[in-house]
């Protein structure tokens, strides 16, 4: 019997996307920062904010504990209030079954960002890291 017309290949099954299938993954560094998850209910009616922890970030995702179940949305948008970060926009790569979420920047971080963030970590890893006013 013949494969289903799903089984074959496609033109599209050879397609790539750049930013997701050849971009050089970053590593993580492993932090603990308070954040919030805000995202658009209802359509555009609404914006709903939930608390969250960042457990590991790096200039192109981030991995976030979430303390209750809720249905997040595709995009939604990450802050960062101790850092003085806002509104980092989105989207769930993936949703671990012990509350972990991945989720991919629309922008690379900047290492401004990344270190502000690494100042006002709680994490041991950063402890002696100062913020550059300077530079």
């Known amino acids: 019997m013949r494969g289903q017309a799903s089984d074959r290949p496609t033109y599209l099954s050879r397609e790539e996307s750049f930013m997701y299938d050849r971009e050089a993954n970053f590593p ?12 658009t209910e209802n359509g555009m009616l609404n914006l709903s904010s939930r608390r969250c922890e ?8 981030a991995v976030i504990g979430i ?8 995009n939604f ?11 980092i926009g989105c989207i ?12 991919r920047f629309l922008r690379l971080m900047s290492e401004r960002d990344l270190n502000r963030i690494f100042v006002y970590s709680t994490h041991p890893n950063h402890r002696n890291r100062v913020l550059d006013i300077y530079g």
């Not at 560094?29 to 998850?37: D, P």
Request: cysteine-free; overall charge positive; glycine content about 2%.
């Open 67 to 74: 303390a209750t179940q809720f249905k997040l949305p595709q």
């Open 77 to 87: 948008y990450l802050d960062i209030p101790s850092a003085r970060i806002g509104m």
């Open 28 to 39: 993580m560094e492993e932090t603990r920062n308070e954040a919030r998850i805000e995202y």
């Open 92 to 103: 769930v790569k993936r949703i671990h079954a012990n509350n972990l979420l991945e989720a």
């Open 54 to 61: 960042l457990l590991q970030i790096s200039k192109s995702s």
